[in-house]
């Protein structure tokens, strides 16, 4: 069993950067894929970014070169640091981990966080 918490949602202006966290606990985060999704107001949820436990990164196109994903196997913790915010990138965030890249990447992975809010707005 694996649980998740997100944290570092905010508000913040257009060109701005934010840094989410997702702290993982219960089992050996090492082995296991991490993924981030979003679901924006009204639309379905979406991905945005996968890291394998190799270290493999995949992004969603309208996030590439603007996001990055990363984890500390040391501190059991993935992050998304996400630049040159655009109001579009309004949504919730979610972190999500599986053994299998394949699952998350069609959002059939088996652990998920609750979620943090992020706002980009002026």
């Known amino acids: 069993q694996v649980q998740l918490v997100e944290s570092g949602g905010d508000l913040v202006q257009p060109g701005g950067s934010l840094r989410l966290s997702c702290a993982a606990s219960?089992?050996?985060?090492?082995?296991?894929?991490m993924g981030w999704y979003r679901q924006p107001p009204g639309k379905q949820r979406q991905l945005v970014a996968v890291?394998?436990?190799?270290?493999?990164?995949t992004y969603a196109d309208s996030v590439k070169g603007r996001f990055t994903i990363s984890r500390d196997n040391a501190k059991n913790t993935v992050y998304l640091q996400m630049n040159s915010l655009k109001p579009e990138d309004t949504a919730i965030y979610y972190c999500?981990?599986?053994?299998?890249?394949?699952?998350?990447?069609?959002?059939?992975?088996?652990?998920w966080g609750q979620g943090t809010q992020v706002t980009v707005s002026s």
């Open positions: 219960g089992s050996i985060f090492s082995a296991y894929a």
């Open positions: 890291m394998s436990s190799g270290g493999t990164t």
């Open positions: 999500t981990a599986d053994l299998l890249v394949r699952r998350i990447n069609i959002q059939n992975s088996k652990f």
